[in-house]
């Protein structure tokens, strides 16, 4: 494993000494809302991932950028635990999310978003926004199917809430309407929706842009910085669209052959050397 | 006219027997692809525990209700001893389960209860219904526990949290992890709920059949029937496929010259294998399609 040399933090792979170190750097208020600390991911004898590690900042656009293949959609993976790393941690608020179950990750505030698109094909676009509150929301099947009074006033409470966010996202039009039968760009309004339903803290996007015009590519822009700066979202943005990535992150952190390449402020990493090298390729080579 | 309208009645009775299995077979298909060969002994099971449980001197509805306690359960504890370990097997490993399931429960419920035939009662009596000669109080009584329980579930699928996160697993069950359901547990309230439903149709087809370790076999062998009609992706087409082919199968019997009561099995079958090679997604189920 490589050591994680760009960072002060040493890898811990254990609980000790975390909470005495989180109250000092919250004392600076450095402390990161999300931590990936040396991730490496191998599928049989492939390298997918090689000691990557970075922080987000509470309130913080990341970019991640790279070619095809460079490991951007298995950090994502991992990140939303469907891939579990071979080494390295994953830190939220300073507790590791590795020992957590697939469906215990929205709870803590974890919401994505997929590539092409995951949602309940059959369901109405209401439906598919309040399955995102789940995570949200507690009671047992008995007083869930009768529907006793603590049901009915948590319910009444989370339909004012899906109502709100189907609005949030202009949705209102096609709320009734069967998420199969909707244009791409609007069913990727809907994932969005049912990600912010479970009121995450880190929004996980993976290729937003993807399939969605020029026009729409600005229009995902200003959405994305308004949902961050309205609801106090922290966004880790994956995204092939160089000009929506250097328009709207205020990091970027660059990934070649699922080693870190180069981080920083968008316009720092595209001068980088080895990021040009990267996707324009060298003399020498 | 009288013969037409009292078969076509007596075919919506059998008829909401087999919707009742179909909707639990195509429960178990939605949550795990795979068909239940068990689920008709499941029922069978549960309904001789209704048996004894009246002779025990439990009035009829207090051990319906008691049965339907013990069948959630059951359904539930099969899940996750037998086939949440066989989760990720291949299709045939799963398919030997299911066999032997049904194997050791017939032969358990034949070793507890022997395979002589057994009167089974019945709340609702059996005098004509309202006067009418068209069909029986029993009957009538099938056909209104069987709709009275569809709308119980529509409004649980539709209207409750649970029931929306049911629908979430069974549809994408990645996206329904990722946002906090437990799909693992999804399936086997889906196992439970299916468990519940099949001892419904047990219990009110067993004072037609009689009570006894193979009662079932026909049965679920209609349901089959019936869950491929109507689309093995659809609970509502499930439900229609049970009263479509509980009519058609009373209709073939009585008009169609030489199928008698032998040959009513294989009007099932046949109809089993006409829909897969002409309409392989039933009337109303979605058409599978992959991308590649």
């Known amino acids: ?285 | 006219m009288e013969l037409f309208t009292n078969q076509i009645l007596a075919g919506i009775a059998t008829g909401a027997i087999y919707a009742c299995m179909a909707l639990a077979v195509v429960m178990i298909y939605q949550a795990i692809d795979h068909l239940n060969f068990a689920q008709g002994e499941m029922a069978m099971f549960s309904t001789f525990i209704s048996w004894q449980l009246m002779q025990w001197g439990i009035p009829y509805w207090g051990a319906f209700i008691l049965t339907l306690a013990f069948s959630f359960a059951g359904g539930i504890a099969i899940e996750r001893l037998l086939f949440k370990p066989l989760a990720k097997a291949p299709i045939l490993t799963n398919v030997a389960g299911f066999i032997a399931l049904f194997a050791i429960i017939n032969s358990v419920a034949g070793l507890i209860w022997d395979f002589t035939i057994k009167q089974y009662p019945t709340p609702f009596g059996s005098h004509p219904f309202l006067g009418s000669q068209l069909i029986s109080t029993h009957q009538a009584g099938m056909i209104g526990v069987t709709v009275l329980l569809l709308i119980a579930l529509y409004f649980f699928f539709q209207f409750t949290r649970i029931g929306l996160a049911m629908r979430a697993a069974a549809s994408v069950p990645e996206s329904a992890r990722l946002v906090g359901i437990n799909t693992s547990w999804m399936i086997a309230l889906g196992w439970g709920m299916a468990a519940a439903i099949g001892s419904i149709a047990g219990m009110l087809i067993a004072p037609v059949v009689f009570l006894e370790p193979n009662m079932m076999g026909g049965v679920l062998i209609y349901g089959f029937a019936a869950a491929v009609l109507g689309g093995l992706t659809s609970p509502f087409g499930a439900v229609i496929g049970g009263f479509l082919v509980g009519i058609f199968e009373n209709l073939a019997g009585t008009y169609i010259p030489g199928v008698g009561n032998e040959l009513k099995l294989p009007i099932a079958l046949a109809l089993i294998i006409t829909v897969l090679v002409v309409k392989p997604a039933g009337l109303f189920g979605r058409p599978i399609v992959k991308r590649v």
């Open chain 1, 1 to 285: 494993m490589r050591p994680a040399n760009d960072f002060a933090r040493p890898v811990r792979p254990n609980g000790f000494g975390r909470s005495k170190m989180t109250q000092a750097q919250l004392a600076q208020g450095k402390d990161p809302l999300l931590a990936v600390r040396d991730v490496s991911v191998v599928f049989g004898g492939i390298i997918a991932l090689n000691g990557v590690s970075f922080d987000m900042q509470q309130g913080q656009i990341l970019g991640l950028i790279g070619p095809n293949g460079a490991g951007k959609t298995t950090l994502f993976n991992c990140l939303s635990r469907l891939y579990q790393p071979s080494g390295g941690d994953i830190l939220m608020e300073g507790q590791s999310i590795l020992t957590r179950p697939p469906h215990r990750i929205a709870e803590i505030g974890i919401g994505r978003t997929f590539q092409n698109v995951a949602l309940f094909p059959n369901l109405s676009v209401l439906d598919n926004v309040r399955v995102g509150t789940h995570a949200r929301t507690n009671s047992d099947i008995i007083s869930d199917s009768l529907k006793l009074p603590w049901v009915r006033r948590g319910e009444a409470e989370l339909n004012k809430r899906v109502h709100e966010i189907v609005s949030y996202l202009d949705l209102d039009d096609v709320a009734h309407v069967t998420v199969s039968g909707l244009p791409f760009g609007t069913q990727k309004r809907v994932e969005l929706a049912r990600a912010l339903a479970a009121d995450p803290k880190i929004l996980l996007l993976d290729e937003p842009a993807g399939g969605l015009n020029h026009e729409e590519v600005h229009v995902l822009g200003n959405l994305i910085r308004r949902i961050r700066d309205d609801r106090n979202v922290t966004v880790l943005l994956v995204e092939h669209h160089m000009g929506l990535v250097m328009s709207i992150a205020d990091h970027v952190v660059a990934l070649n052959f699922g080693r870190k390449l180069a981080e920083g402020t968008p316009a720092q990493v595209q001068s980088d050397p080895d990021v040009i090298k990267a996707y324009l390729g060298s003399k020498d080579q």
